[in-house]
């Protein structure tokens, strides 16, 4: 049986109040930012969905990990993406003042964007 996204929250709260509070300023932005938009618990995260999968919210214990489906086909002018796999890209935030800091809004609807251009 699937997860529910407040079972979830309540598990990462248990990680610790910068998490958990980051995390629920990541997902208020994303439905502020992406009309409509659902989410999703999988692989231990809440996945974000418009038309297209594109990305999810993911908490560790020192940081919140912003993953882009397709990151790897952002044009990344700004240098905040991480990783170097073959499709994925994330964003690491370790303090709420990363998310404007590192445009976490542009970055999404680029996400979305890129998700939409799949090859």
């Known amino acids: 049986m ?4 407040q079972a979830l929250l309540d598990q990462i709260h248990l990680l610790g ?6 995390l ?7 439905r502020e930012t992406i009309i409509p938009m ?11 969905t418009s038309d297209v999968q594109f990305g999810g919210v993911f908490a560790y214990k020192e940081h919140v990990s912003v993953e882009f489906s ?3 086909n952002i044009k990344d002018e700004d240098g905040f993406l991480e ?3 073959k499709r994925r890209r994330h ?3 370790r303090h709420l003042d990363d998310i404007a800091g590192k445009k ?15 090859p």
């Open 17 to 22: 109040e910068e998490q958990f509070q980051v």
């Open 91 to 93: 964003l690491k935030l």
């Open 2 to 5: 699937a997860q529910s996204v």
């Open 104 to 118: 976490l809004g542009k970055y999404l609807q680029m996400a979305l964007e890129a998700a939409r251009r799949k």
């Open 83 to 85: 990783g170097g796999g």
């Open 38 to 48: 659902t989410e999703e618990v999988k692989y231990g995260g809440i996945l974000f």
């Open 70 to 72: 397709l990151g790897a």
């Open 24 to 30: 629920q300023a990541v997902r208020n932005l994303a």
